[in-house]
């Protein structure tokens, strides 16, 4: 493979565009660029749920099944930065959501039904894969919001809707896994006193 940068600053950002795949040049603000980055900041915290599940499961052996799924979707937000990124190029596949949702199934089976909501939090590496959780689904929304005026490739959205499925059962896992209990969502009861 050869160089893909081969300086790292351009300059040509610096009054507020850049540049597309396709050769275009578009707002910094633009909705595909929005989608872009958030896509970016997904990536860059599921890297670090990875870093600290490795470190984990040397206390927690049984957290090793994790790795080998969620190391994979670091490679495919990449692809799907690029298909955003240059628009007609194509690289993510019903196959992946379909590898996604095969394991949400393998894992929901074991830890069972849920009944009642749940916090992020009880550990680290919980509260770490509900953060990225919900930035899958902030990338989601911007891919949405691009999607209505751009429309985007239906297998781009609902690899994202998966993957925030399979963050959420993660989660739930790695709790199991550690032996931690999930934090459940207590409702606010009426102050008895200002009634």
Not at 5 to 12: D, W
Not at 42 to 68: C, R, T, V, Y
Not at 102 to 128: C, V
Request: aromatic share 4%; proline share 5%.
């Amino acid at each position: 493979m050869g160089n893909r940068l081969s300086k790292i600053y351009t300059r040509t950002g610096d009054r507020g565009e850049t540049g597309l795949g396709d050769g275009r040049r578009v707002a910094k603000d633009h909705p595909r660029v929005e989608a872009m980055g958030e896509v970016d900041t997904l990536n860059s915290h599921l890297g670090l749920l990875l870093a600290e599940l490795a470190e984990a499961q040397i206390q927690w052996p049984a957290l090793d099944e994790l790795i080998p799924v969620l190391a994979p979707c670091q490679h495919r937000l990449f692809d799907l930065g690029g298909e955003l990124a240059m628009p007609e190029y194509q690289a993510l596949d019903e196959a992946e959501v379909a590898r996604l949702e095969a394991a949400i199934d393998r894992w929901n089976a074991e830890l069972g039904p849920l009944k009642e909501f749940i916090l992020p939090g009880g550990s680290r590496l919980i509260a770490q894969a509900h953060l990225c959780r919900s930035l899958t689904r902030t990338a989601e929304r911007r891919c949405q919001q691009l999607s209505s005026s751009e429309p985007l490739r239906p297998v781009l959205l609902a690899y994202l809707n998966r993957l925030s499925d399979l963050l959420f059962v993660a989660a739930r896992l790695i709790a199991r896994r550690q032996g931690c209990a999930e934090v459940l969502w207590q409702a606010a009861t009426p102050d008895a006193t200002h009634a």
